[in-house]
């Protein structure tokens, strides 16, 4: 069960809050153990409001990833921050983002900045189609681009309208592709895609090359866009697109999370091809143009490349991945972990509706490892050897619940 102050908080909440809570950090949606608020966090490690302390697996569902209150990039923040922050004009700290980033990002350009994922996913959409002048966009089915109308997945609220212009293909199944695009024809305006499958509740798919070719070159031909969604796995996998190593370059791609460490902001990136479309639209916001996370974003796009982040990130996954597939081998449990170790996700196999998951991850809690049982997981470069040996003891000590709970 939640501690003291955080029952008490969710009970305010409940009065004030629609819901007590929304969104992807309503606790309703974990074990009952899982708090609901927190109090801070710092480097790997994160604090209730009861004072209890996790290794942190979720890094707020990726926008950490070189930890909690990294100095440098909270440096570069208050430092911005003296200076001025949401002021009648933009600070030159935008030019100083929007060329690191064309430096950093092969298929870049230029640079438009937001504040959520769903706003880059949303204007790529709208950039697209003022390019083009059609109206389509190819999604994969079960893909996550954000809580607008257009792509929220719970269906309150959402017209037909807000969905007509969209069509279905399955991730990794080109053909079904190749059909979405024939029925979308003439007006087909872009295809949207994740860098690898890592819609919630489901074992992660990692892409295929062929078929990410395979949507590069149908862009091609249709003179569609193709779109990446960058969002989640942006900045955690490589310093570049996540599909630089893939060897396909999108002509737009979305992006937010870890670009500025925790700090608010979201990133479109284009190739020239599309600037003028990217020209055409009005996009903006009240806070669209703050400064200090785009401080934050430098420094944290310096620090990525300094201290060698994705590499240590890569690392540190692995060896946890190499410990919890030892573990379930001890435990004699079926499981699949899937993902890049970045990146990972853990099911057990036969386990429709997520109970033994639930089970797993409650127990984790305890042992003192925040993780998810239905989302994937994120390493922060952060992470210690000390970190990386809690969660890991954590984590047999959730694999005996599990045992246990099965009965044997
Ligand atoms: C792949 C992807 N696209 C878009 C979004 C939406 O981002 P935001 O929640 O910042 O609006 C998310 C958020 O989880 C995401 O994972």
């Not at 149908?218 to 969002?231: K, M, N, P, Q």
């Not at 903006?284 to 796009?301: E, K």
């Not at 991850?361 to 992470?383: C, D, E, I, K, T």
Request: proline share 6%.
């Amino acid at each position: 069960m939640a501690g003291p102050v955080d029952r008490a908080l969710r009970e305010r909440a409940s009065a004030v809050i629609p819901g007590g809570m929304y969104g992807h950090q309503s606790a309703s949606l974990l074990p009952p153990d899982y708090p609901q608020f927190m109090r801070g966090g710092r480097g790997a490690r994160v604090w209730d409001v009861d004072g209890r302390e996790y290794v942190d697996l979720m890094c707020s569902y990726g926008p950490v990833v070189l930890g909690h209150q990294h100095p440098a990039v909270e440096a570069a923040a208050a430092e911005q921050a003296r200076l001025g922050d949401c002021m009648n004009s933009p600070g030159p700290v935008m030019v100083d983002l929007a060329e690191l980033l064309v430096q950093t990002v092969r298929h870049a350009d230029w640079a438009i900045f937001a504040k959520n994922g769903t706003d880059a996913t949303t204007m790529c959409c709208t950039i697209a189609r003022a390019q083009t002048g059609r109206g389509k966009v190819l999604v994969a089915t079960g893909a996550y681009h954000g809580a607008a109308p257009w792509c929220t997945p719970r269906p309150a609220g959402v017209t037909p309208q807000d969905r007509a212009n969209l069509g279905y293909y399955t991730f990794n199944d080109l053909a079904s592709v190749h059909q979405a695009a024939a029925e979308a024809a003439p007006d087909l305006a872009a295809i949207m895609v994740s860098p690898f499958k890592h819609d919630a509740g489901y074992d992660q798919e990692l892409v295929d090359p062929a078929f990410a070719r395979g949507l590069r070159a149908l862009c091609d031909a249709t003179g569609a866009a193709l779109i990446l969604d960058d969002v989640r796995a942006g900045f955690r996998l490589h310093l570049g697109s996540s599909w630089e190593p893939v060897g396909v370059d999108p002509d737009l791609s979305a992006w937010s999370k870890a670009i500025a460490n925790g700090h608010p902001l979201a990133a479109v990136l284009g190739h020239d091809a599309f600037r003028t479309g990217a020209q055409q639209v009005f996009v903006t916001g009240s806070f669209w143009f703050s400064a200090v996370p785009m401080a934050a974003a430098v420094a944290t796009i310096g620090a990525l490349r300094d201290e060698g982040a994705i590499e240590a990130m890569h690392q540190l996954g692995a060896q946890l991945r190499d410990g919890i597939l030892a573990q379930a081998r001890s435990w004699d449990l079926a499981v699949n972990y899937t993902g890049p170790p970045a990146m990972p996700y853990l099911t057990f196999v036969g386990d429709q509706d997520h109970e033994l998951a639930g089970v797993f991850a409650a127990q984790a809690l305890r042992g003192g490892a925040y993780l998810h049982p239905r989302h994937n997981w994120f390493v922060s470069a952060a992470m210690t050897g000390d970190d990386l040996a809690l969660a890991l003891e954590a984590t047999d000590q959730a694999f005996a619940a599990v045992r246990k709970h099965l009965g044997q």
